[in-house]
């Protein structure tokens, strides 16, 4: 998959293209109706596929949120359109200017621009100053073909990125994974902890998570992948209140029947369950006694359910 960022210059490309259109964080159940259609227009009518998508939130661009945090990043997202057989990726840089621009500029530079000839977007798809743009505006224009697509239920409720990122505060990793279509994944390098874990026979390995969007604090069961193996393991995500605690919340997993040197690995966090919310305990014998629970509760789970 060739990934393009759309800085405002021609794009070379011959071939006719369908693309989906959005931001696609997550990249979940509902984004993907509209990567199916994209691959069904694209066989039908011999076109190459394609997402387009931008390289940060608007909201953040705008100065309506003031910190960005991903489901997917967007090195997930290349990786999860490349299964998909997806030929493009475009990757719009927006700016306050790209925001202010009218709908059918949007239009000319970035789909006319790519040789788009037929988009795919959801329902309630806008775009151009104001958000002024929409599905309709799209149909207007005689040179593209459009395919809309309507909202994707699970448990009578709408999925959305949104709905995600709420159940993920909460907690409740078996129904966002239902959402996503896979579990719930966050990629990072093995960075220096303070070794408290080591110090009470619970080693961790500390992750960078840079600006994923961290599940909510507590203990959880997870998948561990370090250079292609998998192994079982139990996430803390927290301040470690027992000790004297942190200024940011720490992602640190202690990976069973591992006893290996791996700072400066990269490695991927698949969540399982969700175990208990992290608490402060009145000395580290208790901690310890929580941990060896946890601990059996999590191996009981992986064998029971064998996933």
């Not at 990786?79 to 990726?89: P, R, S, T």
């Not at 709408?158 to 909460?170: A, D, P, T, V, Y």
């Not at 992948?225 to 640190?252: H, R, V, W």
């Not at 175990?275 to 789970?301: G, V």
């Amino acid at each position: 998959m060739k990934v393009i960022y759309l800085r405002g210059q021609k794009v070379n490309i011959e071939q006719p293209i369908c693309s989906a259109i959005g931001f696609f964080d997550g990249l979940h159940v509902g984004h993907m109706a509209l990567v199916d259609e994209v691959i069904k227009v694209s066989n039908k009518k011999g076109y190459a596929k394609a997402l387009m998508t931008f390289d940060h939130y608007p909201l953040y661009v705008l100065g309506k949120i003031t910190e960005e945090k991903y489901l997917t990043s967007m090195d997930d997202r290349i990786a999860i359109l490349e299964d998909k057989g997806i030929d493009y990726l475009f990757v719009i840089e927006f700016t306050k200017e790209v925001a202010a621009i009218s709908p059918e500029t949007f239009i000319e530079r970035y789909l006319i621009n790519c040789h788009i000839q037929h988009v795919v977007c959801g329902y309630d798809f806008r775009f151009g100053a104001r958000n002024s743009g929409d599905p309709t505006t799209l149909k207007k224009h005689t040179d593209l073909g459009v395919s809309v697509i309507d909202e994707v239920i699970y448990k009578d409720e709408k999925i959305s990125s949104s709905r995600i990122r709420n159940h993920l505060e909460r907690g409740q990793i078996e129904d966002l994974n239902e959402l996503l279509g896979r579990q719930y994944t966050i990629k990072g390098e093995v960075i220096k902890g303070r070794r408290i874990g080591h110090s009470i026979g619970f080693p961790t390995a500390n992750i960078d998570y840079h600006s994923y969007f961290l599940p909510v604090n507590g203990v959880y069961g997870v998948k561990v992948y370090i250079q292609g193996q998998c192994y079982i393991g139990m996430c803390n995500i927290g301040y470690n209140p027992t000790f004297t605690a942190l200024d940011k919340p720490s992602l640190e997993v202690n990976i069973f029947d591992f006893n290996q040197d791996i700072y400066g690995e990269k490695i991927v966090v698949e969540f399982y369950l969700f175990i208990r919310k992290e608490k402060s305990f009145h000395n580290k014998d208790e901690l310890i006694q929580q941990l060896n629970l946890d601990q059996a509760y999590i191996q009981k789970y992986f064998q029971t359910y064998h996933v």
